[in-house]
């Protein structure tokens, strides 16, 4: 195989390799968009509104509800 063929194929592997690169980090980037543009449909706050979601029109709240850990004293 002659010299030239050699390098030919290391700069067009690079070139592959660096495009693949950029193809990739421009994806990451458009995702990171969309997520910020998106909205947030999944408050990360539950304290707003009800303050207990298994309490509806007064009835008590379950005792061992997986949301409110018990805590020994």
Do not use: C, Y
Not at 51 to 73: C, I
Request: glycine share 10%; hydrophobic share 40%; no cysteine.
């Amino acid at each position: 195989m002659p010299a030239s063929s050699v390098k030919g194929d290391a700069a067009m592997t690079q070139w592959i390799f660096v495009w693949v690169l950029l193809t990739g980090l421009v994806g990451l980037i458009w995702v990171i968009v969309l997520d910020i543009l998106g909205g947030d449909h999944h408050p990360r706050d539950n304290r707003q509104g009800n303050p207990s979601p298994e309490q509806h029109d007064g009835e008590e709240p379950h005792e061992a509800s997986p949301r409110q850990p018990k805590v020994a004293v």
